[in-house]
């Protein structure tokens, strides 16, 4: 009966009662039905979750390490536009390097002033220059529709017995090469029946095994934002079998499984939580072998984690969390309001305050602070993912941009 009074009011005098509400009623329709695909998560099945786990935002900023002068402001870029999107960062047995992986699907080797930079493997046996090749576009949306064919290699490990190199390439799996290069080997494109969708980083022990992470089990490495916005837990690490030629699940639930790094004693290895702004140790050895425990919370988005030769480690971090972000962390229904708005998600991004900028780390065994570098204004470095020690001196890598940056650390 109210029903058919309230319409009966309208059809008197030519409006709609509440006008104010009835435009807000439209409004929401089109933000929640988005006829028009304007927002980020636009015909995608957005399932944003409650994310438990994550260090308090005041807590972490307030304890957090700075560095005041804003060192990486003195890094160099180096091979710019000659590398796409170098994530990982590795050096032979014989010292020769550095190698790096491409976002047109190669992995690819400095030979020298001379010689330049030269193709050392691809995941792909069709690769070809005509289908992947996109220079510095590689680092753009124009090389998505390529990725899955051409490849995209991110972390890169030697094996330092037989010179091998393990690629875990985001589309292919889990891939080695033998020391002379070449097309790669497939290791591990699935795990107990799943596919491997996202493989991202890896790590080799001694015994031969080769742990790596399995970022998401809903999204791949293009989508990979989808994975951050939903807070989704599908992500794992595994472990691959060379004597049984096998992988199984180590840990699973993890929320965008990133950067793996065994200790310099192997009695365990840590494991990035991108999302959740933190690293994990799992324990290989003794009295809490097989448990995963906090080793460090972290202001911002951490990539990958890598050794140097005193065994403390290295963490590239993209930064830095908000307090507006801690609030959406708590309340997936905001960020099913949030990102079903018709603007773009940099826009989105900066209208909570996200302004990011480069901070690397370096953590001893017990996960505690000693040292950290940052690049505040992004002058120099930017959306960081790996850091390689050297001599003295750290090779900085990066995902989305072209050039490898360098610092002279001592």
Known sequence: MAEKKLLHMAREDGRLPHPRLFILAIVLSLIFMDPFHWSPVAGRNYRPVKLDGIAPYKEIMASWRKDNQSRLRNGKLQFEGEVFGPESIEFDLKGRGPYTG?????????????????????????????????????????????????????????????????IADAYYGLMVVGPDGGVATSLASEVEGTPILFANDLDIHSNGSIFFTDTSARYDRRNHVFIL?????????????????????????????????????????????????????????????????????????????????????WVAIDCCRTRTLEVFSHHPWMRNLYFRLPLKLNILGKMVGMKMYTVIALFDIEGNTIDVLEDRQGEVMRLVSEVREVDGKLWIGTVAHNHIATFSYS
């Open 229 to 313: 916005l939903e807070g989704e837990a599908t992500g794992r690490l595994m472990r691959y079998d060379p004597t049984t030629k096998s992988t199984s699940v180590v840990v699973s639930g993890l929320t965008f499984a990133n950067g793996v790094q065994i200790s310099k004693d192997e009695t365990f290895l840590l494991v990035a939580e991108t999302t959740k702004c933190r690293i994990m140790r799992y324990w290989l050895e003794g009295p809490r072998e097989a448990q995963l425990e906090l080793y460090a919370n972290l202001p911002g988005f951490p990539d990958n984690v890598r050794i140097n030769d005193k065994g403390n480690f």
């Open 102 to 166: 491409l976002a047109d699907g190669r992995v690819v080797r400095w030979m020298g002033d001379n010689v330049g930079w030269e193709t050392f493997a691809v995941v792909n046996p069709n690769w070809s220059e005509k289908e992947c090749a996109n220079g510095v576009n590689s680092t753009t949306r124009k090389q998505h529709p390529k990725e899955s064919f051409c490849g995209r290699p991110l972390g890169l490990r030697f094996d330092k017995r037989t010179g091998d190199l393990y």
